[in-house]
């Protein structure tokens, strides 16, 4: 989180054994007075950008009805199961294995819950106990195949790939065992009420906020380094904000789905046990370098036993998910995809095949993905397999991103015009996925809405004309962008007038628009019909008024990056008189 | 381990006299291929001891049997006059011998910090015997204590290792070992792959350790090396030490002769 690219060591040179000038420090370029290595770049964050315009994408083609609630709600309920299992792939893949067996593992895990129930009639706790702990051994067994016999993970998985497939479909296959288990059943259907939820996602964010503040005070005080204040506001707020917004949306409709409250809190637990225990962290350096593991006295065969094992598990809470939500354990309750499915979730939030690389958070990334081109494709109705090729094609791209970025990464110093050039597209992206927002508030498609007597209050506050001035500022700024990068070199001074101009049309733009909504909702007692999306008035529904904030924030977060630019000029001006420090950008 | 700064400052040696580190006699076979045929090797505190010899000599085999890798099938390793049994290398880490492979000792996709306490973390306990958390502000605290202490240069303690220059990356490995305070430190090949500015670097950081009172040894193929930072030689040719030198006595043309058999020294062991 370093924000200028060289800065003065730490300890005295004098006599040191390290290379206090010329180390080589992460190329990358800078954003918004932040700098970015390459790797992240090209690794992570098209992802994200990505992300926005698969969102601004399906928003647009279906008129708003993406950002329903009601849309994102059966959206998260229904592939809840997905991102749970790809949690456990995530430990066999951090390792540098893989476990094909998981899809079908979650398949026989549905078979013996339902069975447990239908033919033994055991309760439902007990059955699904039973379950998971079954899953988990078979897991296990597959563990202990690779970690003591060192057998290949690919050949061990796959053959239990075949086993649990063929045993899975023995049971369920002549006929379909139905589940009538009430308790089951509210596994995959029932919804935490919106109040309820609500509440408990306010605590957590609040003792989010506090351990955060807590981790960063603990850390001044003893004299360790603490991120930037940009770095820090930035992860503070925006998970929070993000989860909020999503609780809240949710909330319109039916509540947080319980499958997805569940994936919560699996989340929760795979982060603390990843980041946070001895544990996870003894699973990177497995997957990193097993040889060093083992010297550091790391029991390694323990650590990849009990991954699998952990996979084993999660393939068993999968498959209990999966059957909450259709009651009947059947050959076709699993997907053929789900095992692809569950390797791209995590392959393209940036999970390595070849271990020791990857997080929690990718899982969340990649299954936003994923789920986002899904649940699209699917409302615009297009063909399942077409869906399965466009899946297929992002996992493409992300991989080439991740490569490529290692690749640059490498490269350093013969690549600065790239470097430009890369910084200056994704500010475009950027802008272009703020304009897109605001592209539906511009004269043409104001005018067609109230053709169709369906926009009267957007046309009511005028909000039309904003799209133009934003239109305006962003040119502009964009123009100073190409000046910098034709100069090949990146102009500070310039970049932060450039965005303080944008940043302050933006966010005036933007806040007057928040301000005129809810001054006509005052008058026109319509602002309940906005939020909750019910409104006729496609374009002013959640998304818009989403679209507004996003807006909004972009607006202030350019202006902070306008002023770090020029911040930054005059210290490392003063940097580079006192002491020789070559400037980030050289 | 409660934190202590004698961590990092080695305990001298209890017997005060005689080598520290003594090996008598040791033997070491696989399968009909007798590697070790007897050797004896000998390393004092506050003294950097090479290991030479060439390839398939049988140093590695001797380090390994040190460091915990290898059982023995006979002989005496003697640490500060007492006689050690290592089945693991946890034992002999234990004991307070800390060896460095080659490319073996860190984790690339780790950072710094993770990497020094790689195995041996701080940690609260939440539930006793089950669930740990991580204490990541003292092990940040003490990694960047040990690399002010050592003068080790890298641009943060957060950095990944892989982000580290060849030098950087030795520097932190030998780091790791004397974090916990050995005894004796075994540096196997150093310099191997590294350029003339990095080299002078692990150099240095050898000459400190010593200065701070360990038992250095130091495996390597590079003459200059030697004669810039040992203090004694062990020469070992096809499973016996055939010389010792004072390197301040001894000229380069002797030490090559004993490595490649070309005289005899009556410093040899008895076959």
Redesign the interface.
């Known amino acids: 989180m370093?924000t200028i690219s060289a800065r003065p060591?730490?300890?005295p040179?004098t006599?040191?054994?390290?290379?206090?000038a010329g180390?080589?420090?992460?190329p990358g370029v800078e954003l918004f007075g932040l700098r970015i290595p390459f790797a992240v770049l090209l690794g992570t964050l098209p992802i994200y950008i990505g992300l926005v315009a698969i969102w601004m994408y399906f928003y647009l083609w279906t008129s708003g009805d993406y950002f329903l609630p009601r849309n994102i709600s059966n959206a998260v309920q229904g592939y809840a199961y997905k991102p749970a299992l790809a949690l456990g792939i995530v430990l066999v893949l951090l390792l540098g294995e893989i476990d094909l067996s998981v899809a079908y593992l979650t398949s026989l895990s549905a078979a013996l819950c339902a069975s447990f129930l239908y033919f033994n009639g055991w309760s439902s706790g007990l059955s699904i106990a039973v379950t998971i702990v079954l899953c988990t051994i078979c897991g296990a067994v597959q563990g202990c195949l690779v970690a003591w016999v060192r057998m290949p993970s690919f050949v061990v998985t796959l053959g239990g790939f075949l086993i649990f497939e063929g045993v899975s479909n023995h049971m369920a296959g002549a006929t379909a065992i139905p589940v009538q288990d009430a308790f089951i059943q509210s596994v995959g259907t029932t919804f935490i009420p919106g109040g309820l939820g609500l509440a408990i996602g306010g605590v957590l964010a609040v003792l989010y906020a506090v351990y955060r503040i807590y981790v960063r005070t603990?850390?001044a005080r003893?004299?360790?380094?603490t991120e930037s204040p940009l770095g820090f506001a930035l992860t503070l707020v925006l998970p929070v904000a993000v989860g909020l917004f999503l609780l809240w949306d949710l909330q319109e409709y039916r509540g947080v789905p319980t499958p997805f409250a569940m994936l919560c809190v699996l989340v929760g637990v795979f982060l603390?046990m990843t980041t946070?225990?001895?544990f996870g962290?003894?699973v990177?350096?497995v997957?990193?370098?097993t040889?060093?593991?083992r010297?550091?006295?790391?029991n390694t065969t323990f650590i990849k036993w009990s991954c699998f094992a952990i996979s084993g598990c999660m393939a068993g809470v999968a498959g209990i998910m999966l059957l909450g939500q259709v009651p009947t354990a059947s050959t076709t309750l699993v997907s053929p995809d789900l095992l692809l499915d569950v390797i791209s979730i995590a392959v393209i939030g940036g999970v390595s095949l070849t271990g020791?690389?990857g997080s929690v958070w990718s899982v969340l990334l990649g299954f936003l993905v994923i789920a986002s081109v899904d649940n699209g494709l699917v409302l615009q109705a297009t063909d399942p397999y077409v869906v399965s090729a466009v899946k297929g094609a992002i996992l493409l791209i992300a991989i080439f991103l991740d490569v490529a970025g290692k690749r640059v990464g490498t490269m350093s110093t013969a690549l600065e015009r790239l470097r430009t050039a890369v910084s200056g597209a994704a500010w475009l992206v950027i802008l272009a996925g703020v304009l897109a927002v605001y592209s539906t508030l511009l004269p043409w498609t104001s005018a067609t809405d109230l053709v169709n007597g369906a926009n009267e209050l957007a046309a009511g506050i005028s909000v039309g004309n904003d799209g133009w001035y934003v239109l305006a500022l962003a040119a502009l700024a964009m123009a100073i962008q190409v000046v910098a990068f034709i100069r090949g070199h990146e102009e500070r001074v310039l970049q932060g007038v450039a965005e303080l101009v944008l940043g302050a049309g933006l966010s005036f733009v933007a806040f007057r628009d928040i301000y005129n909504v809810a001054a006509a909702a005052k008058s026109s007692s319509t602002l309940q019909d906005i939020l909750t999306g019910e409104s006729h008035a496609a374009n002013v529904s959640v998304g818009w008024y989403g679209g507004i904030w996003v807006a909004a924030v972009a607006g202030v977060l350019v202006i902070i990056g306008g002023l770090w630019h020029l911040a930054l000029t005059v210290r490392l001006q003063q940097g580079s008189a006192l002491s020789g420090i070559r400037p980030a950008a050289g | 381990m409660p934190m202590t700064e004698s961590e990092i400052t080695p305990t001298p040696s209890a017997s005060g006299s005689g080598p520290l580190l003594q090996i008598k006699g040791m033997l070491k076979s696989f399968g009909a291929v007798q590697v070790l045929l007897g050797t004896n090797f000998e390393a004092e505190a506050g003294e950097v001891t090479a290991l030479l010899g060439d390839n398939g000599a049988g140093k590695s085999t001797l380090i390994k049997c040190v460091a915990g890798t290898h059982v023995p099938d006979g002989g005496q390793v003697i640490l500060d006059g007492q006689v050690q049994h290592f089945h693991t290398p946890q034992d002999a880490t234990k004991a307070g011998i800390e060896t460095v492979y080659q490319d073996l000792a860190l984790c690339d996709n780790l950072d710094v910090v993770a990497n020094l306490f790689l195995g041996r973390e701080r940690a609260h306990t939440l539930i006793p015997g089950i669930l740990r958390a991580i204490n990541e502000e003292p092990m940040e605290q003490k990694a960047r204590e040990a690399l002010t202490l050592l003068r080790i240069n890298i641009p943060s303690v957060r950095s990944l290792v892989k982000e580290l220059s060849g030098g950087q990356r030795q520097s932190i490995a030998v780091a790791k070992a004397v974090l916990w305070s050995p005894k004796v430190v075994i540096l196997d090949e150093p310099t191997a792959a590294l350029g003339v500015a990095q080299t002078r670097q692990v150099l240095d950081l050898v000459l400190r350790l010593r200065d701070q009172g360990l038992a250095v040894i130091i495996i390597t193929h590079n003459m200059q090396n030697v004669f810039e930072v040992a203090d004694k030689a062990s020469v070992m040719r096809l499973g016996r030490r055939v010389a010792k030198f004072v390197i301040k006595d001894a000229s380069p043309d002797d030490v090559v002769a004993a490595i490649t058999g070309a005289r005899t020294f009556e410093t040899a062991d008895v076959a």
């Open positions: 370093s060591a730490d300890r040179a006599g040191g054994v390290g290379l206090a180390t080589s420090q992460n603990t850390r003893a004299g360790i380094r603390f946070r225990m001895p962290r003894h990177y350096a997957g990193g370098n040889e060093a593991a010297r550091a006295g790391i020791g690389k």
